[in-house]
């Protein structure tokens, strides 16, 4: 008997531990948003393209603006043909900001048939290298 009045104070401890944590489990719902933007394209639109000129005995230099305004100074002979700054056309969500990076040295372009060389420097953009952000759908420039 005496195990029987002491089994049963067991159980029922038990029991109540048991439906206690049974009550103290709880489960919460939670739902999170978030608003997935797209992200910044550039395309070209325009290759860098000096035209065809001739640097005669001295050589000299070609200005090409972003404005696409080209001129030349020294010998240098400027000889026609289709030339333009480069240009991009960006995309991106509203309210998108992005930079804009130019070397910060000149770059050298060789040509493979003859490997004479052309120096590239003094880089402009328009708008000029700073943060832009986008005001509309697109941002284009030169």
Request: aromatic share 10%; hydrophobic share 50%; no cysteine.
């Amino acid at each position: 008997m005496k195990k029987i009045v002491w089994l049963f104070p067991m159980v029922a401890l038990f029991l109540g531990i048991t439906v206690q944590q049974v009550q103290a489990q709880a489960s919460i719902s939670a739902r999170a948003f978030a608003e997935v933007i797209a992200a910044l394209t550039a395309t070209e639109t325009s290759q860098l393209n000096f035209g065809r000129f001739s640097p005669e005995e001295q050589g000299g230099q070609i200005y090409m603006s972003p404005q696409g305004v080209r001129h030349a100074t020294g010998t240098l002979a400027l000889s026609g043909g289709a030339f333009a700054p480069a240009a991009f056309y960006i995309t991106g969500a509203s309210e998108a900001s992005f930079s804009i990076t130019l070397p910060s040295t000149p770059a050298v372009l060789i040509n493979v048939a003859s490997s004479k060389t052309m120096l590239v420097s003094d880089w402009e953009s328009v708008p000029p290298r700073v943060l832009v952000q986008v005001n509309s759908m697109a941002v284009r420039w030169l």
